[in-house]
């Protein structure tokens, strides 16, 4: 790279820093759980993580890694190669059933991850002739997939339904109408409102895909998600979905519909024909995690006990947070340099957590998104509120 070009890079990442955007990655030194150990300028310490998406603390529960140890030892660890080629084995068939099975649909497809999953569906299924309608908080991912596609674009303010069915009546010429959300925002932590969105559909003929990564396996009664939570399960058209949050928490995605649909991606969808398949352990270990959702409400309930422990003492403790039920805890700050600052800060009281800003949320939001798990314990809580309470009154946040 020439000198010149080089200066110039430099020169956007020190304005990313002087903003006080920088995005700093903390090292990890043990497995992923609620409690983890860090390196620190000085050495490594134990703090207590609130910022996974280890929602069911299973990303290091013993009977999903001793189901990886399986899958590696009967099925090996690579794959060497794409799906259609030679890269299926009996597990990923097995899962993808389990899957579908699990979320009531007719098949699912797999993917390296659910952004591959959004990445490849868009372009897969629809043409200049269709129209996607997407709320304006989405997932990155989703974005990029939409872009990716020739279909005519249009947007909806998030949760807006008024403006959702506007949206729907400007696209009647179209030949098909999608309508493509989040089922939980990532950043607030807030639902979509999915059976008025349902209902839309209904009453225009579209159709519905919802990316359910941060609900898949604990929102709703037996964890089925956003369209169990909303009564909406058998009217949503296409779920895309994660096995790196809930799901176990290592990699890997899906996307749930009809046969035809998967049929379609199977032969169409990009990531899926041109990324290797995903390897025997996750697939394992997957499987494993799909099981234990079957097999006991246990996890999410102490899921939805934290939550409301965490959500009721930062409140009592005078923090702003966005309101809701959802184990996404935004406690909001504001200015993107006292949001990192406060992170810091935390992690000294040990307390994991980082600071969100801009481009990730909107300017003048920045947070601290806080995600509880089931592998936290109450007195974990109790700490992680009294650390932020001590922050938070010597940085005027709170009342001293």
Request: contains cysteine; aromatic residues 6%; negative net charge.
């Amino acid at each position: 790279m020439n000198e010149r070009t080089d200066r110039r890079f430099a020169a956007q990442a020190a304005e990313i820093r002087a903003a006080g955007l920088w995005k700093t990655e903390r090292v990890i030194t043990s497995p992923q759980g609620a409690v983890i150990t860090v390196e620190t300028g000085t050495g490594s310490r134990e703090v207590l993580n609130f910022c996974a998406n280890n929602y069911l603390g299973l990303s290091a529960h013993p009977p999903v890694v001793e189901a990886a140890h399986r899958g590696l030892d009967d099925r090996g660890y690579g794959m060497s190669s794409v799906r259609f080629i030679c890269g299926t084995q009996d597990g990923h068939k097995q899962l993808e059933a389990e899957l579908a099975a699990f979320f009531r649909f007719e098949d699912a497809v797999l993917y390296g991850s659910c952004y591959d999953a959004n990445g490849g569906l868009f372009e897969a299924l629809l043409g200049e002739d269709d129209a996607i309608i997407s709320d304006a908080l989405n997932h990155a991912s989703v974005i990029d997939g939409i872009r990716l596609c020739r279909a005519r674009r249009l947007r909806y303010a998030s949760g807006d339904v008024d403006e959702l069915e506007e949206r729907l009546k400007s696209a009647a010429d179209s030949r098909m109408r999608l309508i493509a959300t989040d089922g939980v925002f990532s950043m607030d932590g807030t639902l979509a409102p999915l059976d008025r969105i349902c209902e839309l559909a209904a009453r225009y003929d579209a159709l519905v895909m919802v990316d359910d990564s941060h609900a898949s396996g604990f929102v709703g009664p037996t964890g089925r998600g956003t369209p169990e939570h909303f009564g909406m399960m058998g009217r949503v058209d296409i779920l895309t979905s994660t096995l790196g949050k809930a799901l176990g928490g290592a990699s890997g995605g899906f996307t749930a519909s009809s046969r035809a649909v998967t049929d379609l991606l199977r032969q169409r969808s990009r990531p899926y024909l041109f990324s290797n398949a995903l390897p025997p352990p996750i697939v394992a270990a997957g499987r494993a995690a799909v099981r234990m959702l079957e097999g006991t409400s246990e996890l999410r309930e102490r899921l939805r006990e934290n939550t409301a422990r965490f959500r009721a003492g930062m409140i009592a403790a005078g923090f702003t947070i966005k309101p809701g039920d959802h184990p996404i805890v935004p406690v909001m700050i504001g200015d993107a340099r006292v949001a990192a600052e406060v992170a810091d800060a935390l992690l000294d009281e040990g307390i994991y957590v980082i600071g969100f800003s801009y481009p990730v949320v909107p300017r003048e939001e920045a947070r601290i998104r806080v995600q509880l798990s089931a592998a936290h314990e109450p007195e974990h809580i109790d700490r992680a509120i009294a650390a932020f309470s001590v922050v938070g009154a010597r940085m005027d946040l709170i009342p001293s």
